[in-house]
């Protein structure tokens, strides 16, 4: 049985919170992408569903524990993240977006526009590419041989479109994990906790976020490599494209299996 509704905005409250603020205070998220991560995370555990929170948490961790591996390296070679490896707001606006769009598209209170299983989907699918990306830019960049995706050319760690066999590697786990944390996870902590199962119950659509994050990825790169290096996006414009075009697609497979 559902939990009222004025508790699970209560628990999205508190949850948002707890996460925004801690990842401030591990020098995660800027203070101002500590506010964003905050908006983000109640419009998708509001209208979305209070359990899509795990996801979110997960991405924090993955991204805080990517970012931070051989960060000392990475400062030398010119290419962390931020000072410290903060993200700030555009970052965050960047990756959630996409997945805020969904949540409030599939929220019951609305006439929702696609069905919640489906909405479900299409959040993991679009944090899926998120963490690909986020995974594949900060393991890759470590690598030695990096290559532009359109036309193969040797580049430096860190260019825009370039990728490694070592970025493609945590590109793919992070899809892979993604995809089994929310069909693992998340539906039996639902049921457990008493809230309706927002993702699908038939493994067969498990593919689709592990897929979809992949091709995701590669869509950021192709789109780095174009429009990013001749100045018509920027890294945080590319990120909302990727993860829209990643839901979009997610949404495709769906309707072609189902």
Not at 155 to 180: C, E, F, K, N
Not at 238 to 249: E, H, K, P, R, Y
Request: aromatic share 10%; proline share 3%; net charge neutral.
């Amino acid at each position: 049985m559902a939990l009222a509704p004025e508790v699970s905005v209560a628990t999205t409250v508190v949850l948002c919170l707890a996460l925004s603020g801690l990842a401030y205070s591990r020098n995660v998220l800027t203070w101002d992408g500590a506010v964003a991560a905050f908006v983000v995370g109640l419009l998708i555990g509001v209208f979305g569903d209070v359990t899509w929170l795990l996801l979110l948490l997960l991405f924090l961790l993955s991204s805080f524990a990517a970012t931070r591996y051989r960060f000392a390296l990475k400062e030398a070679m010119g290419v962390q993240e931020g000072a410290r490896g903060e993200r700030h707001a555009s970052n965050v606006l960047g990756n959630g977006l996409a997945a805020a769009a969904i949540s409030v598209l599939g929220f019951e209170g609305f006439g929702p526009v696609i069905p919640k299983e489906v909405s479900g989907l299409l959040f993991v699918s679009a944090l899926a590419v998120a963490g690909a990306d986020t995974l594949a830019s900060e393991i890759g960049v470590l690598s030695r041989r990096v290559y532009l995706i359109t036309n193969g050319a040797r580049v430096r760690p860190g260019t825009d479109g370039g990728v490694s066999l070592l970025g493609q590697g945590a590109a793919t786990a992070a899809a892979l994990y993604t995809a089994l944390f929310s069909f693992l996870v998340l539906v039996p902590f639902a049921d457990w906790a008493g809230f309706a199962v927002s993702f699908p119950t038939d493994p067969r659509f498990l593919f689709i976020p592990a897929i979809v994050g992949f091709l995701g990825c590669q869509i950021d790169s192709v789109l780095g490599a174009t429009l990013e290096r001749r100045r018509w996006l920027d890294k945080k414009t590319n990120n909302l494209v990727s993860t829209s075009l990643g839901a979009a697609i997610a949404l495709a497979l769906y309707v072609l299996i189902r």
